[in-house]
């Protein structure tokens, strides 16, 4: 069979990753690069300089897979925290200015070279970031443009977008051979919101690598469990997107009833702070835990200690972290408005809005042992076959389709 | 001869309205949903009533007035009852009527459908008294013939059965029990000396209950004279074709537009075609063909799945969970004697509860989710959960109202204190003062 080159556009790798979209293009890649797909990854710059730990682990693990900066892209006033940074942010927040559209031009212009440089048969670009880069190396190569939507403007900001990532959008998703949307919910808001063709659109639901969260390691939260308190976690960027105002007063309901449950937020974003006044000017200070950015195996532990996990996302594309906690075992409670809801049958889910339903469920999961095991053996039992193998098989399938039909 | 028996199921339970946790202590009624969805009590059983039971007891009707010897059986639960009484009498009407042919024969069970056998056997008992007394009340009659809810069966069970004096007993025809055996032939269970078992014979019964409508089936579309053929084949390897089903089967299960009203119209006339054929009821049964062999349950069976046994209602840790905590509630609640409480206590023992909390197949979609008016198992399991809380607290505070009138009655009077200490538990003597007795002599 004929290998296929890919040339993929991204914007944040791991563990330089603010969220599910680094974390995504690692597991697709990665697995891809296990079939007959070599992928050229491009990174818009250099995340610390050459010898930075990101670049090593990449190479380390990751065969077939060139990581490509664009070192033109170092720009004086921006840091890779700030990147990051700039990721979170809402679009009024006033750094997220000309600076940030102006690296999007500039990462679109670098396309052209590392297209005329690099051979490849298609081209994979992921979120807005990326679509004008992919664009830019279409009109050089000629080849088939491949956008995947990991999230839309609809999502991040609640429903009121910013015109220029709009319109970036826009025309990336227009311009495309093809669309891969990360949830049948994506795709309806690519149809609804974007005037796209629902044929042009394929629906690939991310998945996760099993074999990275079966690890023994040590508990966490020892004391608060063995106190018998149980422990209801919140994992997500702290954005209007996720939901943390609703997780708050959600558990403001809970205690009403049952004083012992202990809350977890773990997650950093541009609310934080009003989400810390929130719960405190709620009376709920030592009732709620805020335990920051956690990532890697600490993120693990707070996982398992958790005895449900709670993705109250207004509006969620697809919700990777959901899926991280039924591999440890963890029950979830998932907004409806979210991609994983889709393709995860034993879980619980609420409107996100509906703040009775989701402390009733709370309440009950807290409370019984029966409903707690069933929905975690079941529902791990259940994302077994929800993996990236899967996801890049369909992405295979898309690349042959796409490059066949372009002959 | 083939003797063809006909028996119905007639069931439906009083589910669980959306009930929040936040409901507990405030909304004691549990089961009076008024919405448009499938738990709305009073609105599936009008739909079923205009799809199934009204005209397939209209066609019935017909058929045994055209047939002289054209029989039937049917067990009804209590629940299906008292909903006939509250929402559809003229349903009950019809019901009599076929009953006073007297060509049609009520069955025994327990009148909440419950799985009370497996776990009090004396709230075993009540039931069947409840259901037996409810049935004399409205059709006049007695049954004789016993068949737990949703033909779960073994051994002791029969045997128990037997000590409460009826005839016969209805069970799957279960291939793992019967080997090489045929279910068309009556059987005994180990042990007992004159119940008779009467084996579903699964086959033909689900060809008309399950495969009727489905076109991929290599026999479809099947025709009474077809289905009598395979009747006339059991001729001289059997004496008995005990079809058990779902009464819901007509009409409901399988929609009018299939034709399954026309089979059945033409059924008896196809099946009376051959001479050696004949109708006959449960008791009639027994009564006619001595008992061939053994069938000996260890283990329970059940007419529900592919697996036939108890997976359907007690396969997960919620199931177990919820039956385990109703039935821990047993002397509790007649302690209360509250018979709003009690009532309350029972409905929720039966069995469909803890079928709409089944995970299996739930992620495929199959029969379970078809049968389920909830999204999920566990909105059932959440919803069972708050109103046993709030069961609880009803328990609890009739627990502190008693305990304080007596302390009153104790001050001001000493003579009435006799009176205070048996009050309460008046109800729990009547109801429980018996063990299997031969309740069903005549």
């Given at each position: 069979?004929?290998?296929?080159?890919?040339?993929?556009?991204?914007?944040?790798?791991?563990?330089?990753?603010s969220g599910g979209l680094g974390t995504a293009c690692y597991g697709l890649t990665k697995s891809l690069?296990?079939?007959?797909?070599?992928?050229?990854?491009?990174?818009?710059?250099?995340?610390?300089?050459?010898?930075?730990?990101?670049?090593?682990?990449?190479?380390?693990?990751?065969?077939?897979?060139?990581?490509?900066?664009?070192?033109?892209?170092?720009?004086?006033?921006?840091?890779?925290?700030?990147?990051?940074?700039?990721?979170?942010?809402?679009?009024?927040?006033?750094?997220?200015?000309?600076?940030?559209?102006?690296?999007?031009?500039?990462?679109?212009?670098?396309?052209?070279?590392?297209?005329?440089?690099?051979?490849?048969?298609?081209?994979?670009?992921?979120?807005?970031?990326?679509?004008?880069?992919?664009?830019?190396?279409?009109?050089?190569?000629?080849?088939?443009?491949i956008v995947h939507v990991h999230a839309t403007e609809f999502d991040r900001t609640g429903g009121k977008?910013?015109?220029?990532?709009?319109?970036?959008?826009?025309?990336?998703?227009?311009?495309?051979?093809?669309?891969?949307?990360?949830?049948?919910?994506?795709?309806?808001?690519?149809?609804?919101?974007?005037?796209?063709?629902?044929?042009?659109?394929?629906?690939?639901?991310?998945?996760?690598?099993?074999?990275?969260?079966?690890?023994?390691?040590?508990?966490?939260?020892?004391?608060?469990?063995?106190?018998?308190?149980?422990?209801?976690?919140?994992?997500?960027?702290?954005?209007?997107?996720?939901?943390?105002?609703?997780?708050?007063?959600?558990?403001?309901?809970?205690?009403?009833?049952?004083?012992?449950?202990?809350?977890?937020?773990?997650?950093?974003?541009?609310?934080?702070?009003?989400?810390?006044?929130?719960?405190?000017?709620?009376?709920?200070?030592?009732?709620?835990?805020?335990?920051?950015?956690?990532?890697?195996?600490?993120?693990?532990?707070?996982?398992?200690?958790?005895?449900?996990?709670?993705?109250?996302?207004?509006?969620?594309?697809?919700?990777?972290?959901?899926?991280?906690?039924?591999?440890?075992?963890?029950?979830?409670?998932?907004?409806?408005?979210?991609?994983?809801?889709?393709?995860?049958?034993?879980?619980?889910?609420?409107?996100?809005?509906?703040?009775?339903?989701?402390?009733?469920?709370?309440?009950?999961?807290?409370?019984?042992?029966?409903?707690?095991?069933?929905?975690?053996?079941?529902?791990?039992?259940?994302?077994?076959?929800?993996?990236?193998?899967?996801?890049?098989?369909?992405?295979?399938?898309?690349?042959?389709?796409?490059?066949?039909?372009?002959? | 001869?083939?003797?063809?028996?006909?028996?119905?199921?007639?069931?439906?339970?009083?589910?669980?309205?959306?009930?929040?946790?936040?409901?507990?202590?405030?909304?004691?009624?549990?089961?009076?949903?008024?919405?448009?969805?499938?738990?709305?009590?009073?609105?599936?059983?009008?739909?079923?009533?205009?799809?199934?039971?009204?005209?397939?007891?209209?066609l019935m009707l017909e058929l045994l007035e055209k047939h002289p010897e054209f029989k039937i059986a049917?067990?009804?639960?209590?629940?299906?009852?008292?909903?006939?009484?509250?929402?559809?009498?003229?349903?009950?009407?019809?019901?009599?009527?076929?009953?006073?042919?007297?060509?049609?024969?009520?069955?025994?069970?327990?009148?909440?459908?419950?799985?009370?056998?497996?776990?009090?056997?004396?709230?075993?008992?009540?039931?069947?008294?409840?259901?037996?007394?409810?049935?004399?009340?409205?059709?006049?009659?007695?049954?004789?013939?016993?068949?737990?809810?949703?033909?779960?069966?073994?051994?002791?069970?029969?045997?128990?059965?037997?000590?409460?004096?009826?005839?016969?007993?209805?069970?799957?025809?279960?291939?793992?029990?019967?080997?090489?055996?045929?279910?068309?032939?009556?059987?005994?269970?180990?042990?007992?000396?004159?119940?008779?078992?009467?084996?579903?014979?699964?086959?033909?019964?689900?060809?008309?209950?399950?495969?009727?409508?489905?076109?991929?089936?290599?026999?479809?579309?099947?025709?009474?004279?077809?289905?009598?053929?395979?009747?006339?084949?059991?001729?001289?390897?059997?004496?008995?074709?005990?079809?058990?089903?779902?009464?819901?089967?007509?009409?409901?299960?399988?929609?009018?537009?299939?034709?399954?009203?026309?089979?059945?119209?033409?059924?008896?006339?196809?099946?009376?075609?051959?001479?050696?054929?004949?109708?006959?009821?449960?008791?009639?049964?027994?009564?006619?063909?001595?008992?061939?062999?053994?069938?000996?349950?260890?283990?329970?069976?059940?007419?529900?799945?592919?697996?036939?046994?108890?997976?359907?209602?007690?396969?997960?840790?919620?199931?177990?969970?919820?039956?385990?905590?109703?039935?821990?509630?047993?002397?509790?609640?007649?302690?209360?004697?509250?018979?709003?409480?009690?009532?309350?206590?029972?409905?929720?023992?039966?069995?469909?509860?803890?079928?709409?909390?089944?995970?299996?197949?739930?992620?495929?979609?199959?029969?379970?989710?078809?049968?389920?008016?909830?999204?999920?198992?566990?909105?059932?399991?959440?919803?069972?959960?708050?109103?046993?809380?709030?069961?609880?607290?009803?328990?609890?505070?009739?627990?502190?109202?008693?305990?304080?009138?007596?302390?009153?009655?104790?001050?001001?009077?000493?003579?009435?204190?006799?009176?205070?200490?048996?009050?309460?538990?008046?109800?729990?003597?009547?109801?429980?003062?018996?063990?299997?007795?031969?309740?069903?002599?005549?």
């Open positions: 069979m004929k290998n296929i080159r890919v040339l993929m556009f991204g914007w944040e790798f791991p563990p330089h990753n690069t296990k079939s007959n797909v070599s992928v050229t990854f491009v990174l818009p710059k250099k995340l610390g300089g050459l010898n930075h730990d990101f670049l090593k682990i990449v190479f380390a693990n990751i065969r077939n897979i060139k990581i490509r900066g664009v070192t033109s892209l170092i720009h004086p006033y921006i840091t890779s925290e700030l990147y990051d940074e700039y990721l979170l942010k809402a679009p009024e927040h006033q750094l997220y200015g000309l600076n940030l559209f102006d690296e999007v031009r500039r990462y679109g212009l670098q396309a052209r070279l590392i297209a005329a440089e690099e051979p490849h048969d298609v081209i994979h670009a992921h979120d807005w970031l990326s679509f004008r880069a992919g664009i830019e190396a279409k009109r050089i190569s000629g080849k088939p443009l977008p910013n015109q220029f990532i709009y319109d970036e959008e826009r025309r990336g998703l227009h311009a495309a051979d093809c669309i891969i949307a990360v949830s049948q919910l994506t795709k309806n808001v690519i149809v609804e919101h974007y005037g796209i063709e629902p044929s042009r659109v394929m629906v690939v639901h991310n998945g996760i690598d099993h074999k990275d969260f079966r690890h023994a390691l040590p508990p966490a939260l020892k004391n608060v469990r063995e106190s018998g308190k149980k422990v209801v976690l919140f994992v997500g960027r702290i954005t209007i997107q996720k939901g943390p105002d609703y997780f708050i007063k959600v558990a403001k309901r809970v205690l009403e009833l049952d004083p012992s449950v202990l809350f977890v937020v773990s997650g950093s974003g541009d609310m934080e702070h009003q989400i810390i006044r929130l719960a405190s000017d709620m009376g709920l200070g030592d009732k709620i835990i805020f335990a920051g950015f956690v990532r890697g195996d600490e993120l693990l532990k707070l996982y398992r200690a958790a005895d449900l996990f709670v993705m109250p996302s207004v509006s969620e594309p697809f919700g990777l972290t959901a899926l991280e906690a039924l591999a440890n075992g963890t029950p979830i409670l998932v907004s409806k408005q979210s991609g994983v809801s889709e393709v995860v049958t034993h879980a619980l889910k609420s409107d996100f809005w509906d703040i009775d339903d989701m402390a009733d469920k709370i309440l009950n999961v807290v409370s019984s042992r029966g409903l707690h095991d069933t929905l975690g053996e079941l529902g791990s039992t259940d994302v077994e076959h929800v993996t990236w193998e899967s996801a890049a098989g369909k992405c295979t399938q898309i690349y042959r389709d796409i490059i066949n039909s372009a002959k | 001869m083939t003797s063809v028996c006909f028996y119905f199921q007639v069931h439906q339970p009083f589910r669980i309205k959306k009930y929040r946790i936040f409901d507990v202590g405030h909304d004691h009624h549990y089961f009076n949903d008024k919405s448009d969805r499938d738990i709305n009590n009073e609105k599936i059983l009008h739909k079923v009533a205009n799809k199934c039971y009204l005209p397939t007891n209209k049917y067990s009804f639960s209590g629940v299906f009852l008292d909903q006939l009484e509250e929402f559809s009498p003229e349903t009950l009407v019809s019901f009599q009527k076929l009953v006073k042919t007297g060509r049609v024969e009520i069955l025994e069970e327990t009148y909440y459908h419950s799985l009370a056998f497996l776990y009090s056997k004396d709230e075993f008992v009540r039931q069947v008294e409840l259901h037996r007394a409810k049935i004399k009340k409205l059709f006049g009659v007695t049954p004789k013939v016993f068949r737990n809810t949703e033909l779960i069966y073994n051994n002791e069970l029969a045997n128990f059965v037997e000590g409460m004096g009826y005839k016969a007993i209805l069970a799957e025809g279960a291939d793992n029990l019967l080997g090489w055996r045929s279910p068309n032939f009556a059987y005994r269970s180990p042990g007992t000396t004159t119940i008779k078992t009467l084996l579903k014979n699964y086959k033909l019964s689900d060809d008309i209950a399950f495969r009727f409508s489905s076109k991929s089936w290599t026999e479809w579309p099947l025709t009474s004279e077809k289905f009598a053929n395979w009747v006339n084949e059991v001729n001289g390897n059997g004496n008995l074709v005990n079809l058990f089903m779902d009464y819901e089967t007509f009409g409901e299960h399988q929609w009018e537009d299939t034709g399954i009203f026309e089979f059945l119209r033409a059924l008896p006339g196809a099946i009376l075609k051959h001479p050696d054929n004949e109708f006959i009821t449960p008791t009639e049964a027994v009564a006619k063909y001595p008992a061939v062999g053994e069938y000996d349950a260890h283990n329970f069976v059940s007419w529900a799945d592919v697996e036939r046994d108890l997976s359907a209602w007690l396969s997960n840790s919620m199931q177990h969970e919820a039956i385990n905590n109703i039935y821990a509630l047993e002397a509790d609640v007649f302690a209360t004697g509250d018979a709003k409480i009690i009532e309350d206590w029972r409905k929720l023992q039966t069995s469909d509860h803890f079928y709409y909390m089944c995970t299996k197949w739930f992620a495929d979609g199959d029969v379970h989710k078809y049968f389920n008016p909830y999204d999920t198992p566990y909105e059932a399991f959440i919803a069972y959960n708050n109103v046993l809380h709030d069961l609880r607290l009803r328990i609890a505070d009739r627990k502190t109202k008693r305990v304080q009138s007596k302390k009153d009655v104790v001050v001001k009077k000493k003579v009435a204190k006799k009176v205070a200490n048996r009050a309460p538990t008046v109800h729990v003597k009547k109801v429980s003062g018996k063990k299997a007795p031969k309740i069903a002599k005549k």
